[in-house]
């Protein structure tokens, strides 16, 4: 009987042995492990029940020594049990540590559920627990799960990273997930990777990978281009440099790093010159230049991509940033009152310029850019405030200045002398539209039209709803002609006044249909010429007709515009065409028809005018129409300048209006005169050649 208990005491001191051995055996790796991470501890569990915790010094094969409150202690092996961390606070206290172990045995006796709620109960008890949430981690991994495996590993991380090679398992999951297009798990997963292991060989790859998706699939290119620029530099010579180089770039570029974009383009071009990219990097590297007003540079590059570029969309591309570098654009900078243009006129050599914060003349001979500073501060300082100018009509003897609440400003270009006609006078506060000739000067107002009468003594004429047959009250536009004078509501309603019976008639035309509002008028070699838009269809065009109103015929421009800003505002001007006519022109010019008798004069067919009732009676037969002019319209809004040849119907030319104008761009004003087109809009004033 003794010698049985000798035995089995000594095979109890065996396990023991064993076990303390495997303790040791692990405690030493775990010490090389941390060795390479700095300052490493290690908390003594004596048998006895005494605790402490102290830095790690070493050990050999029967001792260890520890540094406790600035003394090195040599203890033996025997007897302790040695736990390490990087951060003391990491430490599970004893009963965290039971649960803990618990699960271990657990998982060796093949019950992973049991297990799981050990680990489950060593967190609950010390949630800062690195070893339990890592071994909850490929619990969950195991299962399935890899929301809450990530969870856990990235827990494990954040407490205690150098003592855990969680590489692969990042990198597993994130790859799984790409598989599945999760991307922004993708992006969690090697990013923990990129944060905790800076060192690890996968690094180089995973932040091209990582820039890549941030950009391209969840658009947060500010965390994209951070590690892209992070990725170029210190991984030069991988296969995602010519990507991630370009991309760069173009980041740049679209955050109006400007400098720094044309720089890493022009790096781009020079490495890769067969690259598949190389077009997109001229083109944004012209449209740079183009913001940066450096229009030759623009057109240099837009010139090389056409040149070079086989594809039809690309080259189309390059004409659209060609045609960018034919506009020189003045803001505020350049002597502007505001960059909002709301109106404008010539006046000889002379650019009238309205803004809601006053007026300003421009001399503009010989291509020259030069405010007339004087004249302006003689002018906004003539009231009580700034005013704000939606509309000016100019010659060289005066200039009439309609503001938006302070009535009208007369300025006598001959004698400088300055005259007001106020509110406070009875004269309308809102002057929208101002129109003259040499017989008469009128204003469209929010309260009717004014007509002065030059060299009358009488008050001006007042015409509104309650005395005339005007649509509405407020009337935002006026066009003069020798015969009539043509108003449009803000509505969009036409009205017309006889000059010579000194009547007012509502006017219509078949080519009007229901639903149009006019907003443009204007004329041109004795045609007439509308703009309008229809918000039912989502469609804007122009109608052009006789001086007096017939044969009108109407154009659809653009369809599909949900944005009645986009629709509503679109202006129009003609000059005769006096381009030569080409020979195949000439050969197919069709020979002028004779009016079927039998159409009737209205129908759609003639589109004809419909009028007052006096002008319908007449039951002569009207003559043929005659030919009209040929003109050359150009036609804009808030996307495109268009161009076109009325004798060639098929033939358009558009350019896009100013895209070196920032933020969102709604024209407001158009002319065209001494072969320039001048462009007023919410962000400048933009200019070009009209051929």
């Given amino acids: 009987m003794l010698h049985q208990k000798l035995i089995k005491y000594t095979q109890f001191k065996k396990q023991k042995v064993y076990r303390l051995f495997v303790r040791i055996v692990l405690a030493v790796l775990l010490v090389f492990h941390h060795f390479a991470y700095g300052e490493q501890y290690v908390v003594v569990d004596g048998e006895n029940g005494d605790r402490i915790s102290a830095s790690w010094r070493g050990a050999t094969d029967t001792h260890f020594e ?55 109960d060593a967190i609950e008890e010390f949630p800062k627990y690195p070893k339990a949430h890592y071994q909850l981690g490929l619990l969950h991994k195991a299962n399935g799960d890899n929301a809450n495996a990530y969870k856990r590993f990235h827990f494990v991380a954040i407490f205690d990273a150098p003592s855990f090679d969680l590489v692969p398992l990042f990198r597993e999951l994130g790859d799984t997930a790409l598989a599945n297009e999760a991307y922004d798990v993708v992006v969690d997963n090697y990013q923990q990777i990129l944060t905790f292991y800076p060192d690890h060989p996968d690094v180089s790859e995973l932040k091209y990978l990582t820039g890549f998706l941030l950009i391209e699939q969840l658009d947060d290119p500010g965390a994209g281009l951070s590690l892209l620029e992070s990725a170029i530099k210190e991984y030069p010579d991988l296969a995602f440099h010519e990507k991630a180089l370009f991309l760069i770039g173009k980041l740049q570029a679209d955050m109006d790093q400007l400098e720094n974009a044309l720089h890493t383009l022009d790096g781009f071009v020079t490495r890769y010159p067969g690259s598949e990219w190389v077009y997109d990097a001229h083109l944004i590297r012209a449209a740079t230049n183009l913001k940066l007003g450096r229009l030759e540079e623009a057109a240099r590059e837009a010139i090389l991509v056409q040149e070079i570029a086989g594809n039809d969309a690309v080259m189309e591309q390059a004409k659209e940033i060609l045609d960018q570098t034919k506009w020189t654009v003045y803001t505020n900078v350049d002597g502007l009152p505001d960059n909002q243009i709301q109106t404008m006129t010539i006046d000889g050599t002379r650019l009238w310029i309205g ?248 129908s759609p067919e003639t589109e004809g005018l419909e009028i007052e009732p006096e002008i319908e009676e007449l039951e002569t037969e009207p003559p043929p129409p005659v030919p009209q002019i040929p003109l050359i319209l150009w036609i804009a809004t808030n996307k495109d300048l268009y161009i076109h040849h009325t004798r060639s119907a098929d033939v358009w030319q558009y350019t896009t209006t100013p895209q070196i104008l920032t933020g969102e761009l709604i024209v407001d004003s158009l002319i065209v005169v001494n072969n320039k087109v001048w462009l007023g809009t919410s962000n400048g004033l933009a200019t070009m050649n009209a051929q």
Wanted: overall charge negative; charged content about 25%.
């Fill in 66 to 120: 520890i540094e406790y409150k600035g003394q090195i202690l040599k203890l033996p092996l025997a007897g302790y049990t040695l736990n390490f961390t990087s951060n003391l606070a990491h430490v599970p206290d004893r009963t965290a540590a039971k649960h803990f172990r618990n699960g271990l045995d657990l998982l060796d006796l093949g019950l992973p559920e049991r297990a799981q709620k050990r680990f489950e």
């Fill in 355 to 602: 803004t809601p914060k006053g007026v300003m003349p421009f001399e503009i001979a010989y291509d020259k850019w030069r405010p007339v500073e004087l004249v302006a501060q003689l002018i906004n300082t003539s009231l009580e405030s700034v005013p704000d100018v939606p509309a000016i009509a100019a010659n060289s003897q005066e200039v009439w200045v309609g503001t938006r609440s302070q009535g009208a400003i007369h300025y006598n270009q001959l004698t400088g002398e300055i005259q007001n006609y106020s509110p406070a006078d009875g004269f309308p506060a809102w002057i929208k539209d101002i129109k003259m000739d040499e017989a008469e000067i009128w204003f469209a107002t929010d309260t009717g039209i004014i007509r002065r009468i030059r060299g009358s003594v009488d008050p001006p004429l007042y015409y509104n709803t309650q005395n005339s047959l005007l649509p509405a009250d407020d009337i935002d536009i006026l066009l003069l002609t020798p015969q009539m004078v043509w108003g449009v509501s803000a509505e969009g309603g036409v009205v017309l006044f006889d000059r010579g019976k000194q009547e007012w008639n509502s006017y219509h035309s078949t080519a009007i249909r229901d639903g149009m509002r006019i907003v443009g008028l204007d004329i041109a070699e004795e045609q007439l010429l509308f703009t309008w838009f229809n918000p039912d269809e989502k469609s804007n065009g122009y109608f052009r007709a006789d001086m007096d109103g017939a044969n009108g015929k109407s154009t659809t421009l653009d369809t599909g515009i949900e944005n009645e800003n986009d629709l509503r505002n679109i202006y129009i001007r003609g000059a005769r065409d006096t381009s030569p006519i080409a020979e195949e022109e000439v050969e197919a010019e069709p020979v002028e028809e004779i009016p079927n008798p039998t159409i009737p004069e209205f």
